[in-house]
T-cell receptor, first 109, second 113 residues
Framework: NAGVTQTPKFQVLKTGQSMTLQCAQD?????MYWYRQDPGMGLRLIYY???????DKGEVPNGYNVSRLNKREFSLRLESAAPSQTSVYFC????????FGQGTRLTVV | DQQVKQNSPSLSVQEGRISILNCDYT??????FLWYKKYPAEGPTFLIS?????DKNEDGRFTVFLNKSAKHLSLHIVPSQPGDSAVYFC????????????FGTGTRLTIIP
């Protein structure tokens, strides 16, 4: 029982490159979330999905897209990475407490 | 506009004493509150929650107090242990936990042996 699994754990991108962060949960929760954590900023919500087939913007959605592929999977895509997107990204699922993945440390150079 | 605020970026407490972490919120629609603990290179882990219909919730060494009129909550850890050294985030949600979570900026707690 893995809970929430994120891949990859680390990634270095060049400015302008694209990538997709994957998230899968086995907790049978409806809602899933993507957060980013930056020093002094806490956890800021990028996008969330209240249920399969729905997605909504959070506080900081610019430069990102998401796909809720099915109940288990919620992916985050950076179409054209920028240095400002250097951060640690966390996927979470709720029911009602949120449970987080281990994070993806992304560096954009 | 920071709707959930943790005004102390850091706190140091002697081992065995009480640690008190504070959190303030501005959105009166928030009615469900949670505390998370985060170690470096790990995801946040859920500690304890409280609904606005209560003013206190206890789980072992952890107690959360909610003062709705002041829009303030606090986490008490008694007694504090070295393994409690971590960053603590408070979070809030509306609709009794059915809406998205809004997090504070975190407080780094250091327990001094």
């Amino acid at each position: 029982n893995a809970g929430v699994t994120q891949t990859p754990k680390f990634q270095v991108l060049k400015t302008g490159q694209s990538m997709t962060l994957q998230c899968a949960q086995d907790m049978n929760h409806n809602s899933m979330y993507w957060y980013r954590q930056d020093p002094g900023m806490g956890l800021r919500l990028i996008y969330y999905s209240a249920s399969e087939g729905t997605t909504d913007k959070g506080e900081v959605p610019n430069g990102y897209n998401v796909s809720r592929l099915n109940k288990r999977e919620f992916s985050l895509r950076l179409e054209s990475a920028a240095p400002s997107q250097t951060s640690v990204y966390f996927c979470a699922t709720r029911g009602p407490a949120a449970f987080f993945g281990q994070g993806t440390r992304l560096t954009v150079v | 506009d920071q709707q959930v605020k943790q005004n102390s970026p850091s706190l140091s407490v002697q081992e065995g004493r009480i640690s008190i972490l504070n959190c303030d919120y501005t959105n009166s629609m928030f009615d469900y509150f949670l505390w998370y603990k985060k170690y470096p290179a790990e995801g946040p882990t859920f500690l304890i929650s409280i609904s606005s219909i209560k003013d206190k919730n206890e789980d072992g060494r952890f107690t959360v107090f909610l003062n709705k009129s002041a829009k303030h909550l606090s986490l008490h850890i008694v007694p504090s242990q070295p393994g409690d050294s971590a960053v603590y985030f408070c979070a809030a949600s509306g609709n009794f936990g059915n809406e998205k979570l809004t997090f504070g900026t975190g407080t780094r707690l250091t327990i001094i042996p």
